[in-house]
Protein backbone atom coordinates (compact mmCIF):
# COMPACT_ATOMS: atom_id res chain seq x y z
CA UNK A 1 0.00 0.00 0.00
CA UNK A 2 1.16 3.39 -1.01
CA UNK A 3 2.12 5.53 2.02
CA UNK A 4 -0.16 8.23 0.95
CA UNK A 5 -3.22 5.76 0.78
CA UNK A 6 -2.21 4.86 4.29
CA UNK A 7 -3.06 8.37 5.48
CA UNK A 8 -5.37 9.64 3.46
CA UNK A 9 -7.84 6.68 4.64
CA UNK A 10 -7.94 7.42 8.21
CA UNK A 11 -8.71 10.73 6.91
CA UNK A 12 -11.61 10.04 4.86
CA UNK A 13 -12.72 8.35 7.58
CA UNK A 14 -12.34 11.67 10.35
CA UNK A 15 -14.15 13.66 7.72
CA UNK A 16 -16.83 11.11 6.85
CA UNK A 17 -17.32 11.14 10.67
CA UNK A 18 -17.25 15.10 10.77
CA UNK A 19 -19.95 15.56 8.48
CA UNK A 20 -22.07 13.31 10.42
CA UNK A 21 -22.02 14.65 13.30
CA UNK A 22 -22.48 18.37 11.69
CA UNK A 23 -25.08 17.52 9.07
CA UNK A 24 -27.76 19.85 9.95
CA UNK A 25 -30.99 18.15 11.68
CA UNK A 26 -33.19 20.52 8.42
CA UNK A 27 -31.61 17.40 6.46
CA UNK A 28 -32.91 15.16 7.96
CA UNK A 29 -36.00 13.15 6.40
CA UNK A 30 -39.66 14.52 7.63
CA UNK A 31 -40.41 10.91 8.14
CA UNK A 32 -40.78 9.92 12.27
CA UNK A 33 -38.44 7.32 13.43
CA UNK A 34 -39.73 3.77 14.01
CA UNK A 35 -40.23 2.76 17.31
CA UNK A 36 -36.79 1.35 17.85
CA UNK A 37 -33.75 -0.86 16.71
CA UNK A 38 -34.36 -4.71 17.74
CA UNK A 39 -37.29 -3.27 18.84
CA UNK A 40 -39.92 -6.38 18.51
CA UNK A 41 -42.95 -4.23 18.73
CA UNK A 42 -42.02 -2.24 15.93
CA UNK A 43 -44.77 -2.65 12.60
CA UNK A 44 -43.63 -1.41 9.74
CA UNK A 45 -45.25 1.07 7.83
CA UNK A 46 -47.26 1.75 4.42
CA UNK A 47 -44.14 3.41 3.23
CA UNK A 48 -41.49 1.10 4.37
CA UNK A 49 -43.42 -2.16 4.80
CA UNK A 50 -40.54 -4.55 4.89
CA UNK A 51 -38.87 -4.55 8.30
CA UNK A 52 -34.69 -4.71 7.82
CA UNK A 53 -32.47 -7.14 9.00
CA UNK A 54 -28.68 -5.99 9.17
CA UNK A 55 -25.77 -8.60 9.25
CA UNK A 56 -22.75 -7.81 10.69
CA UNK A 57 -19.37 -8.96 9.16
CA UNK A 58 -16.70 -11.32 10.87
CA UNK A 59 -15.70 -9.92 13.95
CA UNK A 60 -18.35 -7.79 14.03
CA UNK A 61 -21.13 -7.69 16.47
CA UNK A 62 -24.95 -6.57 16.17
CA UNK A 63 -24.46 -3.58 18.02
CA UNK A 64 -20.96 -2.02 16.54
CA UNK A 65 -21.25 -2.82 13.06
CA UNK A 66 -24.54 -0.78 12.91
CA UNK A 67 -23.74 2.11 15.39
CA UNK A 68 -24.63 4.51 12.43
CA UNK A 69 -26.40 2.76 9.65
CA UNK A 70 -29.01 1.39 11.77
CA UNK A 71 -30.11 4.89 12.88
CA UNK A 72 -29.91 6.19 9.53
CA UNK A 73 -32.38 4.01 8.31
CA UNK A 74 -34.62 4.12 11.90
CA UNK A 75 -34.44 8.03 11.37
CA UNK A 76 -36.26 6.87 7.78
CA UNK A 77 -38.61 5.36 9.48
CA UNK A 78 -37.55 1.63 9.03
CA UNK A 79 -38.28 -1.19 11.40
CA UNK A 80 -34.30 -2.22 12.23
CA UNK A 81 -33.25 -5.22 13.57
CA UNK A 82 -29.94 -6.74 13.88
CA UNK A 83 -28.37 -10.11 15.02
CA UNK A 84 -25.40 -11.52 16.05
CA UNK A 85 -23.95 -15.02 14.98
CA UNK A 86 -21.12 -17.09 13.76
CA UNK A 87 -20.02 -17.32 17.61
CA UNK A 88 -17.44 -19.69 18.39
CA UNK A 89 -17.23 -21.26 22.42
CA UNK A 90 -15.57 -19.16 24.63
CA UNK A 91 -14.94 -16.11 22.34
CA UNK A 92 -17.02 -13.17 23.61
CA UNK A 93 -17.50 -10.06 21.72
CA UNK A 94 -16.43 -10.95 18.35
CA UNK A 95 -18.74 -13.05 15.91
CA UNK A 96 -19.20 -14.47 12.14
CA UNK A 97 -16.01 -17.04 12.99
CA UNK A 98 -18.34 -20.15 12.90
CA UNK A 99 -19.52 -22.02 9.85
CA UNK A 100 -20.80 -19.87 7.35
CA UNK A 101 -23.20 -22.58 6.24
CA UNK A 102 -24.35 -22.48 10.16
CA UNK A 103 -24.57 -18.83 10.32
CA UNK A 104 -26.91 -18.93 7.45
CA UNK A 105 -29.14 -21.00 9.90
CA UNK A 106 -29.22 -18.39 12.70
CA UNK A 107 -30.08 -16.15 9.82
CA UNK A 108 -33.29 -18.20 9.12
CA UNK A 109 -34.25 -18.61 12.59
CA UNK A 110 -33.81 -14.36 13.50
CA UNK A 111 -35.86 -13.78 9.96
CA UNK A 112 -38.37 -15.66 11.06
CA UNK A 113 -38.91 -14.35 14.50
CA UNK A 114 -38.24 -10.90 12.73
CA UNK A 115 -41.43 -11.74 10.50
CA UNK A 116 -43.51 -13.05 13.43
CA UNK A 117 -43.33 -10.31 15.53
CA UNK A 118 -43.88 -7.77 12.66
CA UNK A 119 -46.33 -9.00 10.69
CA UNK A 120 -44.17 -8.34 7.54
CA UNK A 121 -44.37 -10.81 4.47
CA UNK A 122 -40.64 -9.99 3.87
CA UNK A 123 -37.74 -8.38 4.75
CA UNK A 124 -34.80 -7.11 3.23
CA UNK A 125 -31.21 -7.70 4.04
CA UNK A 126 -28.63 -4.90 4.53
CA UNK A 127 -24.99 -7.18 5.01
CA UNK A 128 -21.15 -6.04 5.77
CA UNK A 129 -18.09 -8.08 4.58
CA UNK A 130 -19.26 -11.39 5.29
CA UNK A 131 -22.70 -10.69 6.38
CA UNK A 132 -23.13 -9.24 2.63
CA UNK A 133 -22.52 -13.54 0.98
CA UNK A 134 -23.63 -15.11 4.04
CA UNK A 135 -27.43 -14.00 3.33
CA UNK A 136 -27.31 -15.81 -0.31
CA UNK A 137 -26.52 -19.38 1.26
CA UNK A 138 -29.79 -18.92 3.10
CA UNK A 139 -31.49 -17.51 0.37
CA UNK A 140 -30.55 -20.09 -1.99
CA UNK A 141 -30.26 -23.28 0.23
CA UNK A 142 -32.74 -22.65 3.33
CA UNK A 143 -35.54 -21.08 1.75
CA UNK A 144 -34.99 -17.74 1.91
CA UNK A 145 -35.24 -16.33 -1.27
CA UNK A 146 -39.40 -16.71 -0.09
CA UNK A 147 -39.27 -14.31 2.75
CA UNK A 148 -36.41 -11.56 1.59
CA UNK A 149 -37.14 -8.75 -1.27
CA UNK A 150 -33.99 -7.24 -1.60
CA UNK A 151 -30.57 -8.11 -0.19
CA UNK A 152 -27.92 -5.76 0.08
CA UNK A 153 -24.27 -6.07 0.04
CA UNK A 154 -21.65 -3.49 1.14
CA UNK A 155 -17.99 -5.07 0.57
CA UNK A 156 -19.25 -8.24 0.80
CA UNK A 157 -16.97 -11.57 0.20
CA UNK A 158 -19.19 -13.09 -2.13
CA UNK A 159 -16.72 -14.51 -4.75
CA UNK A 160 -13.69 -14.81 -1.49
CA UNK A 161 -10.47 -12.93 -0.91
CA UNK A 162 -6.79 -14.72 0.36
CA UNK A 163 -6.05 -15.05 4.16
CA UNK A 164 -3.67 -12.49 3.67
CA UNK A 165 -6.30 -10.24 3.21
CA UNK A 166 -8.85 -11.33 5.80
CA UNK A 167 -5.68 -10.38 8.12
CA UNK A 168 -5.71 -6.94 7.42
CA UNK A 169 -8.98 -6.74 9.70
CA UNK A 170 -6.86 -7.20 12.32
CA UNK A 171 -5.57 -3.54 12.89
CA UNK A 172 -9.32 -2.50 13.37
CA UNK A 173 -10.08 -5.23 16.53
CA UNK A 174 -7.08 -5.24 18.74
CA UNK A 175 -7.05 -8.94 20.92
CA UNK A 176 -8.03 -11.23 18.07
CA UNK A 177 -4.40 -12.10 16.59
CA UNK A 178 -4.56 -15.34 18.60
CA UNK A 179 -8.00 -16.10 16.99
CA UNK A 180 -6.21 -17.27 13.92
CA UNK A 181 -4.26 -19.55 15.47
CA UNK A 182 -7.37 -21.62 16.76
CA UNK A 183 -10.28 -22.73 14.75
CA UNK A 184 -12.18 -20.30 12.62
CA UNK A 185 -14.24 -21.86 9.87
CA UNK A 186 -15.84 -18.97 8.73
CA UNK A 187 -12.44 -17.74 7.65
CA UNK A 188 -11.02 -20.94 5.77
CA UNK A 189 -15.02 -20.52 4.12
CA UNK A 190 -14.15 -17.10 3.06
CA UNK A 191 -10.65 -17.93 1.17
CA UNK A 192 -11.16 -17.70 -2.56
CA UNK A 193 -11.55 -21.12 -4.25
CA UNK A 194 -13.10 -22.84 -0.77
CA UNK A 195 -15.57 -25.69 -0.78
CA UNK A 196 -18.20 -23.66 0.75
CA UNK A 197 -17.64 -20.22 -2.02
CA UNK A 198 -17.91 -23.02 -4.69
CA UNK A 199 -21.04 -24.20 -3.73
CA UNK A 200 -22.54 -20.95 -2.86
CA UNK A 201 -21.71 -19.66 -6.49
CA UNK A 202 -22.06 -23.28 -8.40
CA UNK A 203 -25.20 -22.72 -11.25
CA UNK A 204 -25.42 -18.67 -10.67
CA UNK A 205 -24.58 -15.62 -8.23
CA UNK A 206 -28.19 -15.15 -7.68
CA UNK A 207 -31.75 -16.31 -7.42
CA UNK A 208 -35.02 -15.23 -8.80
CA UNK A 209 -37.36 -12.86 -6.60
CA UNK A 210 -34.72 -11.57 -4.78
CA UNK A 211 -33.12 -7.69 -5.87
CA UNK A 212 -29.52 -7.74 -5.58
CA UNK A 213 -27.85 -4.08 -4.90
CA UNK A 214 -23.45 -4.84 -3.68
CA UNK A 215 -21.85 -1.83 -2.90
CA UNK A 216 -18.02 -1.60 -3.13
CA UNK A 217 -14.95 0.21 -2.46
CA UNK A 218 -11.38 0.15 -4.96
CA UNK A 219 -9.99 1.06 -1.89
CA UNK A 220 -11.07 -2.22 -0.09
CA UNK A 221 -7.93 -4.28 1.52
CA UNK A 222 -9.63 -6.67 2.64
CA UNK A 223 -12.00 -8.59 -0.05
CA UNK A 224 -9.49 -8.61 -2.65
CA UNK A 225 -9.53 -7.86 -5.72
CA UNK A 226 -12.71 -5.34 -4.90
CA UNK A 227 -14.37 -6.11 -8.49
CA UNK A 228 -14.64 -9.78 -7.05
CA UNK A 229 -17.49 -8.61 -4.74
CA UNK A 230 -19.58 -7.94 -7.97
CA UNK A 231 -22.42 -10.14 -8.75
CA UNK A 232 -23.75 -11.49 -12.23
CA UNK A 233 -27.16 -11.73 -12.52
CA UNK A 234 -30.56 -10.34 -13.92
CA UNK A 235 -31.35 -8.23 -10.88
CA UNK A 236 -28.25 -7.14 -9.90
CA UNK A 237 -27.41 -3.15 -9.37
CA UNK A 238 -23.20 -3.34 -8.63
CA UNK A 239 -22.21 0.02 -7.44
CA UNK A 240 -18.43 1.20 -7.27
CA UNK A 241 -18.14 3.79 -4.15
CA UNK A 242 -15.69 5.91 -6.14
CA UNK A 243 -18.21 6.26 -9.33
CA UNK A 244 -20.89 8.30 -6.69
CA UNK A 245 -17.84 10.64 -5.36
CA UNK A 246 -14.16 10.17 -6.53
CA UNK A 247 -12.94 11.77 -3.05
CA UNK A 248 -14.30 9.08 -1.33
CA UNK A 249 -10.96 6.85 0.02
CA UNK A 250 -13.36 4.91 2.34
CA UNK A 251 -11.66 1.11 2.63
CA UNK A 252 -13.26 -2.12 3.54
CA UNK A 253 -14.11 -0.79 7.56
CA UNK A 254 -15.06 2.41 6.88
CA UNK A 255 -17.29 1.76 3.82
CA UNK A 256 -20.05 -0.37 6.50
CA UNK A 257 -19.40 1.53 9.92
CA UNK A 258 -19.71 5.30 8.67
CA UNK A 259 -19.81 5.74 5.30
CA UNK A 260 -22.89 8.05 4.09
CA UNK A 261 -22.55 7.97 1.24
CA UNK A 262 -22.65 4.02 1.04
CA UNK A 263 -25.23 4.47 3.31
CA UNK A 264 -27.39 6.38 0.90
CA UNK A 265 -27.31 4.03 -1.61
CA UNK A 266 -27.97 1.24 0.12
CA UNK A 267 -31.52 3.44 1.36
CA UNK A 268 -32.09 3.96 -2.15
CA UNK A 269 -31.91 0.02 -3.03
CA UNK A 270 -34.21 -0.14 -0.18
CA UNK A 271 -36.77 1.91 -1.55
CA UNK A 272 -35.72 2.26 -5.42
CA UNK A 273 -39.13 4.25 -6.19
CA UNK A 274 -37.85 7.12 -4.56
CA UNK A 275 -34.21 6.94 -4.50
CA UNK A 276 -32.63 10.30 -5.13
CA UNK A 277 -28.91 10.48 -6.85
CA UNK A 278 -26.18 9.63 -4.57
CA UNK A 279 -23.19 12.04 -4.37
CA UNK A 280 -20.49 13.43 -2.30
CA UNK A 281 -23.28 15.78 -1.02
CA UNK A 282 -25.19 12.56 0.34
CA UNK A 283 -22.63 12.35 3.91
CA UNK A 284 -25.17 15.83 4.63
CA UNK A 285 -28.43 13.76 3.68
Not at 27 to 54: E, F, I, M, Q
Not at 93 to 120: E, N, P, R
Not at 154 to 176: R, V
Not at 205 to 230: L, N
Request: hydrophobic share 45%; charged share 15%; net charge negative.
Amino acid sequence: MLPWKRLLRPLAAVLLTTALAVAPAAAAHAAAPSSGWNDYTCKPSASHPRPVVLVHGTFGNSVDNWLSFAPYLEDRGYCVFSLDYGQLSGVPVFYGLGSIADSAGQLQTFVDKVLAATGAAKVDIVGHSQGGMMPRYYLKFLGGAAKVNTLVGIAPSNHGTTLDGLTQLLPYFPGIEDLLTTATPALADQVAGSAFLTKLNAGGDTVPGVHYTVIATKYDEVVTPYRTQFLSGSDVHNVLLQDLCAVDLSEHVAIGLLDRIAFHEAANALDPAHATATTCASVFS
